[in-house]
């Protein structure tokens, strides 16, 4: 354990205070407390660094420093009471640590921007009703909705993590809003975490139909001062529920009772980028500090979530039937080789498709992918356009005549003529959303279509005006990546068609068939969730691939012990551990040379138990003008990975080899490859 973490030394005058600032050193910083000044852990105040006045956080207060140097004082206290309670400031040192990540760019980024600034937290308490309840619980629960509900709320009172696997439209979220009621009458708070931003507007709208109590959300889509505003509720205790998407698992509460994850699976709820968390196992640890439950929820759980519940460290709830009138739609695998298809659809798929509409239904064609086609290719001399900063193609988007990476932003105007012999004999090769979307107005001309990826909807208003345009209408077409087949209720949908889905049943990332099996069934489930069954297409050029298979024959519980069986047989997790130290530099050397420091480090400290791998290339060796390596390390056990981390990453941080290379540790990271 960190020597600089909180002590406890009874009443012995504090002279010093331990300050977190945000900054790349993985410390705290030793400050003087002038006479007369109150301090207490979870204030903000005002400190010489450098030769810069920052904002930090006071982690502790001590009676004497280690330190021989001359040590400046503490300028200004910018609290009266403490910001962050006693718990949250202990999840942040944790987290810290575990994640091995500096202390002050922790706790800082848990703030709001304006009082990360430095300035006063200024909000003014409204009123506001708590334990008004639902205002209509007529709905009445199945026998399975009925007993998860009932186990929740028996055992509210101590922490437990409930696993609630219920297939799509089997009414989890019915389960969360009873057990949501009965927290709120007993004048307890909720936070509900769910995966993007793009889930909210509809989440917040199921809310505000349900409950009368005060509710807020919380994302990166908000102005700072709707963020500050919620912060501040939430932590006076003026906001009875709390929806938000990972960062929110931060959000202060006054008393907090219950955490809910829904779409506990989603990767989303692990941060790619500096901090790198992952914000549900943060809530459970959270949740296990304040003595109070959490439900995880998903008709796809991951692999991880499941094996505890196979242990017994969660308990499973299933919900295996669906709610009302729903029925279980028919999944079909078809098989889709490259010459019989129009623009990505097969001859069965289009009719299919025609079938359904002329039912006055509405149908979901999904492909994961945005943009006209993935290349723009020359048939004369082989030329295809790649984008001049990263090792990929670049994406045709038609429609702006322009050529874009994906991966950089990266964009040239679409040329006439290839480049390289001056042929007029250029081939849009493969498709996207915007190709599906003008194939299926060509074939079903007098039928409405919505197209919704992040090239058509920019923001949360154009994603809700889009949303109520589709309910207005009872035959349609609806084309669109993840962030329309995510979370999403359309009653009169009645087939689903994916597309693009074989890449997935191919990778080198040991992730990649369990996303792809979750991506199907999630998709899946907007078909049919009403009283008529649905009907699933999955287009294919593997339809006897052994997963897929199981897939589509089997509950999801036998796909899952099957992947189960094989991440253990290789040592892979859940079974195992594993940190990813990502490197960049301008030139590919650097790279590789920063990461064959940290690996010489590694084994130098290596107690014998940790798996310690060769540097490689990314996947995507070269991204935005930079070149990027990783090194991967892998132990049976969490606490001797842990060790070794907390060893070498002290060592590192003056390593002058490193000086060229920038480089970051990821420890259970989600993507490898």
Not at 169 to 176: F, M, W
Not at 240 to 252: K, L, Y
Not at 354 to 377: D, M, S, T
Not at 499 to 517: I, P, Y
Request: charged share 20%; proline share 5%; with cysteine.
């Amino acid at each position: 354990m960190a020597e600089w973490l909180m002590t406890t030394d009874g009443p012995t005058m504090k002279h010093y205070a331990q300050i977190a600032i945000a900054c790349p050193l993985r410390t705290v910083f030793d400050y003087k407390i002038p006479e007369g000044m109150a301090l207490e852990a979870g204030m903000r105040v005002k400190v010489p660094f450098g030769r810069r006045i920052v904002t930090g956080m006071v982690v502790d207060t001590i009676s004497e420093s280690s330190l021989t140097c001359e040590i400046k004082s503490v300028l200004e206290v910018l609290d009266e009471t403490p910001l962050l309670s006693p718990d949250l400031l202990q999840l942040c040192i944790w987290a810290s640590q575990y994640y091995q990540h500096p202390i002050g760019d922790v706790l800082m980024g848990t703030l709001p921007t304006r009082l990360r600034q430095g300035k006063t937290l200024n909000i003014k308490n409204k009123t506001g009703t708590h334990g008004g309840g639902p205002y209509n619980n007529a709905f009445v629960l199945h026998h399975e909705q009925q007993t998860a509900f009932e186990t929740i709320t028996s055992q509210l009172d101590k922490f437990n993590v409930f696993l609630l696997h219920g297939i799509t439209g089997s009414g989890k979220t019915e389960v969360y809003f009873r057990v949501i009621d009965e927290v709120i009458r007993q004048q307890k708070q909720v936070l509900f975490l769910i995966p993007e931003i793009s889930l909210s507007p509809q989440t917040i709208q199921r809310f505000h139909q349900r409950f009368s109590c005060p509710i807020y959300a919380m994302h990166s889509g908000l102005t700072d001062k709707e963020r500050l505003t919620a912060w501040a509720y939430a932590r006076s205790g003026e906001a009875a529920i709390i929806i938000g998407t990972r960062s929110s698992v931060f959000t202060p509460f006054q008393n907090l009772g219950l955490i809910v994850i829904d779409e506990e699976h989603d990767p989303s709820f692990k941060q790619q980028e500096g901090f790198r968390y992952s914000a549900r196992d943060l809530a459970i640890k959270r949740a296990y500090q304040l003595d109070i439950p959490t439900i995880l929820g998903s008709a796809t759980p991951s692999l991880e979530s499941y094996q505890h519940a196979l242990t017994k460290k969660y308990q499973l709830l299933e919900l295996k039937e669906r709610a009302g009138n729903a029925i279980i739609s028919d999944l079909k695998l078809i098989h889709a080789p490259a010459n019989s298809l129009e623009n990505g659809l097969a001859p069965e798929t289009v009719k299919t498709i025609q079938q359904h509409l002329a039912q006055q239904k509405q149908v979901l064609v999904f492909i994961n992918r945005r943009g006209y086609a993935p290349a723009w290719f020359c048939q004369s001399c082989q030329w295809q356009a790649d984008c001049t900063r990263c090792d990929s193609h670049m994406v045709l988007h038609k429609k702006e005549r322009r050529l874009l990476c994906h991966h950089c932003g990266h964009q040239t105007p679409m040329p006439k003529t290839c480049p390289n012999c001056q042929s007029t004999s250029l081939l849009a090769l493969g498709e996207g959303t915007q190709r599906v979307a003008e194939t299926l107005t060509a074939l079903f001309p007098d039928t409405p279509l919505f197209r919704i990826d992040r090239d058509s909807v920019k923001n949360k208003n154009q994603l809700e005006e889009q949303l109520d345009n589709i309910h207005l209408h009872t035959s349609s077409i609806l084309v669109g990546t993840q962030m329309l087949a995510k979370g999403h209720h359309f009653p009169n949908v009645t087939l689903v068609v994916i597309l693009g889905v074989d890449n997935g049943l191919m990778s080198h990332d040991f992730h990649a068939l369990e996303r792809t099996a979750q991506l199907i069934i999630q998709v899946a489930g907007r078909a049919g969730r009403e009283d008529t069954q649905g009907t699933v297409l999955l287009q294919t050029l593997q339809p006897d691939h052994p997963q897929l298979q199981t897939l589509t024959q089997q509950p999801y519980g036998v796909f899952l012990t099957q992947l189960l069986q094989e991440r253990q047989q290789f040592h892979l997790p859940p079974f195992t551990f594993m940190a990813l130290f990502r490197a960049e530099a301008k030139q590919l050397d650097k790279a590789a040379e920063g990461l064959q420091v940290i690996q010489a480090l590694l084994k130098e400290n290596n107690p014998g138990a940790v798996t310690i791998y060769d540097p490689v290339p990314a996947p995507m060796q070269r991204k935005a003008g930079f070149y990027h390596m990783q090194l991967l390390i892998q132990a049976p056990k969490r606490q001797v990975l842990q060790k070794l981390l907390s060893d070498i990453l002290p060592k590192l941080a003056n390593n002058k080899a490193l000086k060229l290379t920038r480089w970051t540790v990821d420890v259970d990271p989600v993507d490898l490859f």
